[in-house]
């Protein structure tokens, strides 16, 4: 049905749950996957226009100076606000979920052997969103 | 535009009259006291039947005007308040009014103006179908594609079914062949009688064939399950030309026809190839030509067509003086189950299997096939293969060795677990002249191991209690024996022999076993060591290791779809980045910095569960963290810290051992 292969960002300090994520999204062929180990370099390549950036909340595990999740996820809803960015965390707290969620994020996700699957359905979601958005826009810019 | 004309109250009255939305003006009581043409048009009622009406009257929702009206007179102005007009197509509008004073500020009435929204309500309700319709199509394609995919895996099932059905079926069958052609074999070796050998000899021959008939099948639908496959070995043509006729000889000799074999000398001396399909298709073509010659000759004939270089075509043709085939029935012989004439197979025998497999053959490896004949004059089968050309030396092939009488000290242990088999391989290892001794399971042949000596083990795969995968494994991995292990199969598919090398067997037989080849594999094994087995795991692992272990990759292997490569990948940044995580955990718990060991138990935990290391060690490192977030230290924090350190390490420990063995892995595949 749909063409285009999604883009999407990975981004998380853990290289091997990157890593992981990374093996399991490409066995489905319908991502285009690009794999960042910190904020800076997802936000240096944003002008590749992801659909969806995939992204780790806390960033600064081993490089304490590193930008954190939020950070990063201020920074790309100012520069691009409709790149939908879903936030992964180890942590099952309700706070960070709702701090995540205030700052613009579609959604969020623990870090758990289901993340993957998780993962899977909201980017349906998001895409689904986006259809119905411009579909929208369409037929207002015929009304 | 001059200032006098837009005070013009005739200027106003003009404009208003243009509007084409209905414009009225009620007074404080509700009545109309004035309005456009297009309020006259929309209800179809004149000027003069419209003043000092109630407004409200011309609304389907009467009550509902009265309170929007009220609302102007209430606030001073509405602003888009949707109704519906009562006139013939109950127009809906949205209604927007404000009042209007006298100079002292005195409220006169109200101005009212009624926009059409038809057109944008049609537009919407498009809208609201259109993507009504867009769904239903998407759940359509959906569920379209679901029934395909459903149907899809409902053929695949069936075609491993079938599989399945004819390799359990080929194992029923041969087991007791094997039985049959084997104590024939025996007997036919003992003082007969010149009629009893004959009837022996018929029996052998019925066995033989049915065997072949079994392979035939077996074949036809590893190529309807697309599990054909070719092996790229160098071999040398000539030889293997040579040993193929050799084996028609005694077949030729009785029925007083002659072959005859034209090489050609151009072609390159050692070839990559299937050599072992290149043999069927050769016995297949001669075994008909043979079958439906009485007298004449047949000519096998190889032929260089074109070399370049890295490839080598060459065309090969079996030519007979046979009994033809009509023109009619040229076009069908290479469909399954087809003999020229059906009468033919009740004079001549076979299934007609035989030339489909060859077409198979043949078009699978690229090449083609043709058949030209004519009746009572004979036929010609050609076909051509294309060959990669190599500088390598071909493969020893298994040479057949004539029994030696000299090497007699040779013990042996046959794994066996139907005793009709088992005798019958004690029957040819004495006719060897091995000692031998007989296990009916894969757990008695170990205890026997671990009890005496031996050379080498003959091992049936499917036995009760322990079978040969399981009993090689243990052998291989628990014993850290390499003793030569030759594996004894009925079942012939591709998988199982895959399996055989996988668990760390030498070499395969299939049954019936044909003794010359048992004989000369097991010296093979027997005269040079045995090469070294690649799952044999080195240094002094011993049998409780498996048990402890704090890994499972279980889950890792099931998410790569077991693709080495990719485990490796992960193993590799495991242990990559594991290490620094125990140390920065360490090192800031010490220093008391707690958003440092915040960030190093974060990171920490997803990588328990990757690694299948039990869900305890998760929550304490889960524990660490909320530890630190609280920023304060809680008793016993230090014993967690060092168990977690002391899994990691083990965990590692145990990850290298499992990339060394993904990587033999990797270079065995």
């Known amino acids: ?143 | 535009m001059k200032n006098a004309e837009i005070k013009s109250p005739q200027y106003a009255r003009s404009l208003i009259e243009a509007s084409l939305d209905p414009l009225v003006t009620i007074s404080t009581m509700g009545k109309i006291t004035d309005m456009n043409e297009a309020l006259t048009n929309l209800t179809g009622i004149s000027r003069e039947q419209l003043i000092g009406t109630d407004f409200k009257d011309y609304f389907t929702d009467s009550r509902k005007a009265r309170k929007v009206y009220k609302e102007v007179f209430a606030k001073g102005f509405v602003i888009d308040s949707p109704l519906t007009m009562r006139d013939s197509k109950s127009t809906d509008v949205l209604f927007n009014g404000s009042v209007y004073k006298d100079g002292r500020g005195k409220v006169l009435g109200a101005v009212v103006v009624a926009r059409d929204i038809t057109e944008r309500k049609r537009i919407e309700r498009q809208l609201i179908e259109a993507r009504v319709f867009a769904e239903l199509a998407a759940s359509m394609a959906e569920l379209a594609k679901t029934k395909a995919e459903g149907a899809t895996r409902y053929a695949e099932s069936a075609m491993k079914a079938k599989q399945q059905f004819l390799s359990n079926m080929s194992h029923e069958i041969r087991t007791p062949m094997n039985a049959i052609i084997g104590f024939t074999k025996v007997v036919l070796k003992t003082d007969l009688s010149a009629e009893q050998k004959e009837y022996l000899i018929a029996i052998k021959m019925s066995g033989d064939s049915l065997i072949v008939l079994i392979d035939d099948i077996l074949d036809l639908a590893k190529v309807d399950a697309g599990k054909m496959s070719f092996e790229k070995t160098p071999f040398r043509m000539t030889t293997s030309l040579a040993v193929m006729l050799k084996l028609f000889q005694t077949k030729i000799q009785e029925k007083n026809i002659e072959i005859v074999s034209e090489y050609d000398i151009d072609i390159p001396g050692v070839l990559m190839g299937d050599a072992m399909r290149l043999h069927q298709i050769f016995i297949n073509l001669i075994s008909n030509a043979v079958k439906f010659t009485n007298e004449g000759k047949i000519t096998v004939c190889a032929r260089l067509l074109s070399e370049d270089a890295e490839h080598a075509t060459i065309e090969f043709s079996v030519t007979d003086t046979g009994i033809g085939i009509s023109k009619e029935k040229l076009g069908q012989v290479f469909e399954n189950f087809q003999q020229a004439t059906s009468g033919t197979s009740r004079l001549y025998g076979g299934t007609g299997l035989g030339l489909a497999i060859v077409k198979q053959l043949v078009e699978l490896q690229g090449g083609t096939i043709t058949v030209k004949s004519e009746v009572d004059k004979g036929s010609t089968f050609s076909f051509n293969l294309n060959f990669q050309k190599t500088n390598g030396e071909a493969e020893l092939e298994v040479e057949l060795i004539e029994l030696d009488k000299e090497i007699k000290n040779i013990k042996v242990l046959v794994v066996e677990d139907i005793p009709l088999n088992q005798l019958l391989m004690k029957t040819l290892l004495d006719d060897f002249g091995f000692e031998r001794d007989v296990a009916a399971n894969g757990k008695i042949a170990i205890e026997k191991l671990k009890a005496g000596s031996y050379d080498i083990i003959l091992m049936d795969l499917q036995m009760p209690e322990m079978n040969g995968f399981v009993a090689t494994d243990y052998i291989r991995n628990t014993m850290q024996s390499k003793i030569p292990i030759i594996a004894l199969t009925a079942d012939v598919t591709t998988v199982d022999l895959e399996k055989c090398k996988a668990v760390g067997m030498n070499d395969y037989i299939s049954k019936p076993v044909d003794e010359r080849i048992l004989y000369s594999k097991m010296m093979a094994l027997v005269k040079k060591p045995a090469p070294e087995v690649k799952k044999a795991r080195d240094k002094n692992s011993n049998e409780v290791k498996t048990s402890t272990r704090c890994i499972d990759l279980g889950s890792l292997s099931q998410r790569t779809r077991k693709d080495p490569s990719l485990m490796k990948e992960m193993i590799l940044l495991y242990l990559d980045q594991t290490p620094t995580l125990i140390h920065a955990m360490k090192q800031s718990f010490n220093d008391k910095d707690w958003n440092g060991l915040h960030m190093a138990a974060h990171t920490l935990i997803p990588s328990f569960s990757i690694m299948g290391i039990h869900v305890d060690f998760e929550n304490m490192a889960k524990k660490i963290q909320e530890y630190a977030i609280a920023q304060r230290q809680a008793e016993g924090m230090d014993e967690i810290v060092l168990q977690l350190e002391n899994i990691c390490l083990q965990a590692c420990k145990e990850l290298q051992e499992e990339l060394k063995e993904l990587k033999m892995q990797t270079y065995a595949t």
């Open chain 1, 1 to 143: 049905m749909q063409h285009n292969r999604i883009k999407i960002f990975l981004v998380d300090d853990d290289a091997l749950f990157l890593k992981l994520l990374e093996i399991e999204f490409l066995q489905e062929t319908d991502f285009d996957i690009k794999t960042f180990s910190s904020g800076e370099l997802c936000l240096d390549n944003l002008s590749y226009h992801p659909d969806v950036v995939i992204l780790d909340y806390l960033l600064a595990g081993i490089d304490k100076t590193a930008m954190n999740g939020i950070e990063t996820l201020d920074k790309i809803k100012s520069l691009k606000s409709d790149i939908q960015v879903v936030m992964l965390s180890a942590q099952d707290k309700i706070d960070v979920a709702v701090s995540c969620m205030h700052h613009g994020a579609f959604d969020y996700v623990v870090k758990s052997e289901t993340a993957f699957l998780r993962l899977q359905k909201i980017i349906l979601n998001i895409l689904k969103t986006k259809k119905t958005e411009s579909e929208l826009k369409w037929y207002m810019e015929r009304m």
